[in-house]
């Protein structure tokens, strides 16, 4: 038996009025989702905890089988660990935004984009190198990651410090959080010289003049200490890969004993190689039980609050990784089970996630039961009843385990 998640990352969403009253999910065209969940089972299932943040960290930890409340320690460890960064026992990992952030003349500090405009891995590479030059030091060490996304990891502990998600407060004023940092003078003399770096860098005077957001200061947010995480195979006997273009997930594989499949052309948004995730998911597939597909671009897209990107976005995921890789098992001749997943919602609304149970959708190759009927959407997984109450209960239920 194979076994194969695939996750658009935030597709949940809330009725909207341009759509008549339809969430994206529903008034997107997606028969490949529909066919899973119209011929397999349809369910909700509880992704994050009451009392967790509904953040992709939390969320895509239940997807594979965790329980956050016995493992969770904060989402930029596991980012550590995508990074190949091992982390001390005395460390602290943070998540390090390059940010947009303007600075009004009267002290207050603005929130204009939470990704520098999806700045390129190789810009802000660059960019985060020369940080790392002016503001490290054996307490304060930078690491590039992938576009916007990047790492820092802390010698200690920083008593008193509570960070906020960027996306969070896109378009509005984060003078309290910047505050924050400013509190501890080392983090502030830090961000200072951060700042001072990145205001007439080439790179940036090049990205005003093609009318792109600046990557002109850094965010820091999702610190944790490493975690201690049992991997798939020690808890089920299955060997695994997981494919993504966003460092976190790949941390959670790394910790659930995953192999980490790097697809070129994997950006985690809408020009994102999906041709490439659906053959590396085939691929993997042929040796080992098990593949974990996930897709960033809906979440981002929510984030910037892009009715029609979104749209686009579930579409591909439908057009261009679910549909092949339903086509590409079934025509293998094993049987398979494939799901149908999102981490969270991530509604236009409010621009950030929510904690709502998500619909999942299981199709089983060997058909042994009538299926739903219904299509992959919010309202039609709300209408069955069902309620997986946390990830170990859903991965049981996906591997057919007791």
């Not at 910037?304 to 749209?311: C, I």
Request: with cysteine.
């Amino acid at each position: 038996m194979k076994y194969a998640i695939l996750v658009g990352d935030g597709m949940g969403d809330l009725p909207l009025v341009e759509l008549g009253g339809k969430t994206p999910l529903q008034a997107a065209k997606t028969p490949a989702m529909d066919f899973v969940a119209g011929h397999g089972e349809l369910c909700l299932l509880t992704t994050v905890p009451e009392g967790y943040p509904p953040g992709s960290d939390v969320a895509n930890l239940s997807l594979l089988g965790y329980l956050p409340s016995e493992c969770y320690s904060g989402r930029a460890p596991l980012e550590a660990a995508s990074l190949g960064v091992d982390l001390g026992e005395d460390e602290t990992a943070f998540r390090c935004n390059l940010v947009t952030l303007r600075f009004a003349e009267d002290g207050r500090v603005f929130m204009e984009d939470y990704s520098s405009g999806h700045i390129s891995s190789p810009e802000a590479r660059v960019l985060i190198e020369g940080i790392q030059e002016v503001a490290g030091s054996e307490r304060l060490r930078f690491y590039p990651g992938v576009s916007y996304r990047h790492l820092l990891v802390h010698q200690g502990d920083i008593p008193g410090l509570v960070t906020v998600p960027p996306h969070d407060h896109t378009g509005r004023e984060v003078t309290e959080f910047w505050q924050r940092y400013q509190a501890h003078p080392h983090l502030k003399a830090a961000l200072a010289s951060a700042v001072n770096h990145l205001a007439d860098h080439p790179l940036n005077l090049a990205r005003r003049q093609q009318g792109k957001n600046p990557a002109n200061a850094i965010w820091l947010w999702g610190e944790g200490r490493a975690p201690a995480m049992r991997t798939l195979g020690e808890q089920y006997g299955i060997t695994g890969a997981l494919i993504s273009a966003v460092d976190l997930l790949k941390g959670i594989g790394v910790y659930a004993g995953l192999e980490i499949i790097d697809v070129p052309g994997a950006t985690g948004y809408l020009d994102t190689n999906y041709a490439g995730k659906a053959a590396a998911a085939l691929e993997a597939l042929r040796n080992r039980d098990f593949v974990f597909v996930h897709v960033e671009a809906p979440d981002e897209t929510a984030h910037q609050g892009q009715l029609a990107d979104k749209l686009r976005a579930i579409e591909d995921f439908d057009r261009k990784i679910v549909q092949p890789v339903l086509d590409g098992l079934a025509s293998s001749g094993e049987e398979f089970r494939l799901v149908v997943a999102m981490d969270h919602f991530t509604p236009l609304a409010i621009r950030t996630h929510s904690s709502q149970p998500v619909p999942v959708a299981i199709y089983d190759s060997r058909r042994s039961a009538p299926g739903s009927g219904l299509p992959y959407t919010e309202e039609s997984a709300a209408r069955t009843g069902m309620l997986l109450a946390d990830g170990r209960e859903f991965l049981r239920r996906v591997l057919e385990r007791n």
